[in-house]
């Protein structure tokens, strides 16, 4: 016997989290089934030391509600996994989300029950479900990859990765600990390691470009002129292209140059273009090497992510990685470790901005060491530690910080089988077709929140997150208005707008042939290479999902 409800939402981060408080609120009967113990998704699961968001706490918050905009406090401008932990868990107590959230429930299967227009999702403990609306709000990156390395299983030490950390104390103190990874996590997590630990080797295998993150504080006077200005700042994302507002506080800024500390200038993934044309030509090409140099010395690496033209004209992209390097060679005391931290395959801008607090310092510590495992290959994981070419480097604990099956993972993990019983991962076998990365065709009524080829995770991920659960919502509300029993888009609406994600990501630095990001699947063996995400800009998108809707839903088959 399954249990019956309007709508399955699979995932209770905030994607999911949003999804039950506004489908809730449009009467329908909702139940999510979250794997983890509690709320909070990818803040749930990665607690490693260092974990932090790359988008503006003030920014990177829900629209929704004016209450919770206007009394919630956030400790610092870029906040780090504890407090959004909070935040999330203060959301989920606020709107009391969590009697219509079950806990420690992983889905293994959702099947489409066609003769019943149902949808079934079925757990590991082989509990079911089922409803007329399914919505997958698994997140773009939750399932963590655990590259399978040699000799793997002997290592007796503990073994941890970034994505799955534990929620226990984890006691670093007296031991010898390795990392594999240098991506996002690994950058953040190494420099604190590096502090708790008695020694600490990284296995890097791509060197990084990564600039300094913004370590400010949140003022008082900052945060109530972003509560001042919330409405305007909302409707700001919604016309930004990364839906981050970009609004500068002005009545509480006395100062504003005098007071900031230039090296460290703040910079998020959003901020690839100049601030004002005086003060930073858009073009790296017209400085001279002697101003580049000088540039970067006085106001940080991030100035190069200042420049347009390094991210439009390959000639620019290469003076910017050069220069980067340059600055690079400066902040390291050994040569040697210098050269091999340089990134030289590929250039800024192919891959998703790191933002670091004290990475390249870290290597300047006499209890850090840094293995290239392109210079001296991994040979095979040890019971004690790991071997190289070079040597045997003893541990006692190994993380890996080697990142996610990103976009996909979640949805192909779900098993999810269509009309026919056909799967997903068969209709997916060269790579995700869907419309608008909301819903695909021959699975009806099965929607995905922040899917392939949805702005997603170019875009400020709670902005995409509210934008895509408001169109699910009104959506099931059109179709209850019009006693209609099922939405799906046609295969030409489908194939149309994944050639038109293909066409806008064509010549941009993300799909450079050297490049090879998660963004491109490229960091999973087998994964077809295909650009994701939408690159056309989150105003854009939304603007053409308004548009499909007030066409009276184009694109897709209402039945
Ligand atoms: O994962 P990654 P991540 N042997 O895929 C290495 C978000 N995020 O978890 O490049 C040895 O970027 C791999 O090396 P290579 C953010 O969107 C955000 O760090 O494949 N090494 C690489 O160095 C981010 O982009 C935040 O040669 C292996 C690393 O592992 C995304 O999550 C913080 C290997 C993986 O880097 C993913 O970041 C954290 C192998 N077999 C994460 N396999 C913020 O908000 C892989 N690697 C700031």
């Not at 963590?144 to 299983?153: H, Q, R, Y």
């Not at 370590?215 to 700001?236: C, P």
């Not at 006395?254 to 460290?264: D, G």
């Not at 392109?374 to 006692?396: K, N, R, V, Y």
């Amino acid at each position: 016997m399954s249990d019956r409800g309007d709508v399955i939402i699979v995932g209770a981060g905030f994607a999911g989290m949003y999804a039950l408080y506004r489908f809730r609120g449009q009467g329908l009967n909702v139940i999510v089934l979250e794997a983890g113990s509690d709320v909070g998704g990818t803040w749930y699961w990665n607690r490693y030391p260092g974990a932090r968001c790359d988008v503006p706490s003030l920014e990177y918050s829900f629209g929704f509600s004016e209450e919770l905009e206007q009394e919630w406090d956030w400790p610092e401008v870029f906040s780090a996994q504890p407090d959004i932990l909070k935040y999330a868990n203060h959301v989920a107590e606020r709107f009391d989300l969590r009697r219509d959230i079950r806990f420690n429930t992983r889905v293994v299967a959702i099947d489409y029950l066609e003769d019943d227009n149902l949808w079934r999702a079925t757990t590991e403990t082989g509990e079911a479900v089922e409803a007329r609306f399914c919505v997958m709000a698994t997140g773009c990156l939750s399932v963590p990859n655990k590259p399978t390395l040699p000799g793997a299983d002997d290592f007796q030490g503990t073994v941890l990765h970034t994505g799955l950390w534990p929620k226990e104390e984890v006691d670093l103190s007296g031991k010898r600990v390795g990392i594999i990874g240098t991506g996002s996590s690994g950058v953040q997590a190494i420099p604190e390691l590096a502090k708790q630990a008695q020694h600490l080797t990284v296995f890097q295998r791509t060197p990084v470009y990564t600039v300094p993150a913004n370590r400010k504080r949140m003022r008082a006077e900052v945060q109530q002129e972003f509560r001042d200005h919330y409405r305007a700042i909302r409707d700001m994302q919604q016309h930004n292209p990364g839906g981050v507002s970009n609004f500068r506080p002005f009545r509480s800024v006395q100062q504003p140059q005098a007071t900031q500390t230039v090296a460290r200038e703040p910079v998020s993934f959003q901020q690839t273009a100049p601030q004002s044309a005086e003060s930073r030509p858009n073009e790296i090409m017209r400085l001279t090497p002697e101003e580049r140099t000088k540039l970067v010395a006085e106001r940080g690496l991030g100035m190069l992510l200042t420049f347009r033209d390094v991210f439009t004209n390959a000639e620019a992209n290469e003076i910017a990685n050069e220069t980067y390097r340059e600055a690079v060679r400066n902040m390291i005391d050994d040569p040697e470790v210098a050269e091999r931290l340089l990134p030289k395959t590929y250039g800024i801008g192919c891959k998703r901005q790191v933002l670091d607090r004290d990475f390249y310092d870290t290597f300047n510590r006499d209890d850090v060491t840094l293995v290239d495992l392109f210079e001296t290959p991994l040979e095979t994981i040890t019971a004690t530690g790991i071997q190289t070419s070079e040597g045997h480097h003893d541990l006692d604990l190994l993380i890996y910080a080697t990142g996610f099956d990103a976009m996909t993972g979640a949805l192909l993990k779900a098993n999810i089988r269509g009309r026919d019983r056909q799967p997903l991962s068969d209709k997916w076998r060269h790579g995700p077709v869907a419309y608008l990365g909301l819903q695909m065709q021959g699975f009806p009524n099965l929607f995905t929140v922040t899917g392939p080829g949805s702005p997603s995770v170019l875009c400020n991920m709670l902005v995409a997150i509210e934008q895509h659960v408001n169109w699910i919502g009104e959506c099931i509300d059109y179709l209850r208005d019009q006693g209609l029993q099922s939405i799906e888009p046609t295969a030409s609406a489908e194939t149309d707008w994944v050639a038109h994600v293909n066409q806008v990501a064509e010549g941009t630095m993300y799909t450079t042939p050297s490049c090879n990001s998660w963004y491109l699947g490229a960091n999973i063996s087998g994964k077809p290479r295909i650009f994701m995400p939408y690159v056309g800009g989150y105003s854009k998108y939304r603007e053409r999902c308004e548009q499909i809707v007030a066409n009276g839903y184009e694109g897709f088959t209402l039945s």
